[in-house]
């Protein structure tokens, strides 16, 4: 430095130039690190934003697919078992003219209920009540002698004394064994066995029958055995499937669930 300009005794002294240099360099590096801090902060809270939005957009789809899932298993609950009957009393008129009158009677009594609860069912699905109760099943007893009257062997047996169920779970067990019965009346052959077993602490009821040739068991890729398990499964229960010959279902309810969503009796 010019010592003409340091002895002059004009301008602050170096010390002060040095520490104000200083400060600027520190001011500098500081704006930096609040600028750095900031933008990551930015960019965790876009990344936050996106992961919320991302989550929300997956509990709509599977809110939406559970949905589908629910309204596909209702219309197949009401409609399968019931195009099962008309289908085969149709043939019944076709083909056996001694019977025709009572079989277009029976066409048209099923006709008539599963408009009925077809109707039922999208009102509730168009009101948008996901927890009204789905049309009920015909009893126990009724859907026994019905499907008799079909032309489809039916031996019900039960052991144990019969409890009393939620309407959840009758419902459920009434959809299973309509379910069942009708399967057994489309792809099996011979007589259904039909057995309840009223335990201590839960019941479990077996239909099986043998597959008619080149029927498909197991799973398969139908709505009616996975909309069965969502039932069972929902009551607290589970179904279990045997596929080999004959081939079997058996769903398992038990009486704590049961009792704890209301009373009700499968008869």
Do not use: K
């Not at 049309?135 to 007893?141: G, L």
């Not at 909309?227 to 279990?240: E, F, K, P, S, Y």
Request: glycine residues 10%.
């Amino acid at each position: 430095m010019d010592p003409t300009v340091t002895g002059s005794g004009f301008g602050p002294a170096p010390w002060l130039l040095g520490i104000g240099l200083l400060a600027a360099c520190a001011v500098a590096v500081l704006m930096g690190l609040l600028r750095r801090a900031e933008l990551r902060t930015t960019a965790l809270l876009e990344e936050r934003l996106d992961f919320v939005r991302r989550d929300q957009e997956n509990r709509e789809r599977q809110i939406a697919g559970a949905e589908r899932s629910r309204i596909s298993g209702e219309l197949h609950d009401v409609l399968g078992h019931s195009l099962t009957v008309i289908v085969a009393q149709a043939r019944v008129a076709q083909f056996t003219p001694a019977r025709t009158a009572s079989a277009l009677e029976v066409i048209e009594e099923t006709a008539r209920t599963s408009l009925r609860e077809l109707r039922q069912t999208l009102r509730t699905l168009q009101e948008g009540h996901a927890d009204a109760p789905s049309p009920a099943p015909a009893t126990a007893d009724a859907l026994a002698e019905r499907m008799r009257a079909l032309g489809l062997a039916v031996d019900r047996r039960v052991q144990g004394e019969p409890r009393r169920l939620g309407p959840d779970s009758e419902l459920a067990l009434g959809r299973f064994l309509q379910e069942g019965l009708t399967n057994a009346l489309r792809h099996g052959t011979g007589r259904v066995d039909w057995v309840e077993d009223w335990r201590d602490d839960l019941v479990a009821i077996r239909l099986s029958n043998h597959a008619a040739r080149g029927a498909r068991t197991g799973e398969g890729t139908g709505l009616g055995l996975p909309a069965m398990r969502r039932r069972i499964v929902a009551v607290g229960g589970h179904l279990d499937i045997e596929p080999d010959d004959p081939f079997a279902v058996v769903a398992t309810v038990p009486y704590a669930t049961a009792a704890s969503r209301g009373a009700g009796a499968v008869r």
